[in-house]
């Protein structure tokens, strides 16, 4: 048992290569606040924030090299996003559902995305009783947040499709995560401020192998397997550990569901699907 924990939060933490990671607190207030240094954390809130940092995968960019650059024979397209330094912090803009601009900071220690709660009526999205909702731990207790689906997130050009967000009153900037950056290839040059994106190539190959869409469909499955069989076995976990595996839990339900569509478009057999 011991040794599949280990391996299940191995698989929950992983995360593209990672140099750096952003540390994260919410102060007395209730408001969000991000730093890339430990020290520049208030000393009241450094334990939140090396609490938060661990309980997620770490990292975000790697340094922007010229193993990158000669990787330039691939016959994919290398999109460069300008980015805007704010202290530690990286702000990009990106085009959410295909026609609004929104800024972002870049945050690939997180496996999701977030919106500031304000940006909900400029897309056009209605927040009702039914609608989705997943908990988030502040300093002053326990809030829900919604869950939206967004129909696109686009950085100079390079878009993914059916991300999962979460709509947060406490945010005025977003939070891009690991769902959009992981399926890219990605670097950074600080001298230049760019930011350079190239599609996975696993995310771009041609969708005519069975084996190639079984092993899609299992990854996931199988980490929701093993996600269940944890919660199950585990009466005695935190109330706050147990909410953020649920919240896993509602992303990996949505890779799946973003796969299925995936799978829907190219007329992929059911019976490649399992």
Known sequence: ?????????????????????????????????????????PSQYRKQALQQSAAKSGGSFQTYTKSIEQQGSRAYRKHRVPFVSEGSLMRVNAIVNGHLELPFFIDTGASGVSLPA???????????????????????????????????????????????????????????????????????????????????????????SEGHWRRRFQKIRSSLEQLDAYLRNREGLNEARREELEQKRVELEARL?????????DSVPRAWRR
């Open 257 to 265: 569901d973003a796969l299925e569509r995936e799978a829907n478009r």
């Open 118 to 208: 304000s940006a909900a009526r400029r897309l056009g999205i209605s927040i009702g009783p039914n609608t989705q909702r997943v908990t988030m731990q502040t300093a002053n207790g326990s809030i829900e947040l919604p869950l939206v689906r967004l129909d696109s997130v686009e950085l100079a050009g390079a878009r993914v499709e059916g991300l999962m967000a979460t709509l947060n009153p406490t945010l005025s900037i977003g939070l891009l995560g690991g769902a959009f950056f992981n399926q890219f290839t990605y670097g950074v040059d600080p001298a230049a401020n760019i930011i350079t994106l190239e599609r996975n190539y696993a995310a771009v190959i041609p969708s005519l």
């Open 1 to 41: 048992m011991r040794r599949s924990a280990i391996c299940l939060l191995v698989l929950l933490l992983q995360s593209s290569d990672a140099s750096s990671e952003i540390f994260r607190w919410i102060d007395e207030a209730g408001k969000l606040h991000f730093a890339q240094n430990i020290q520049q954390v």
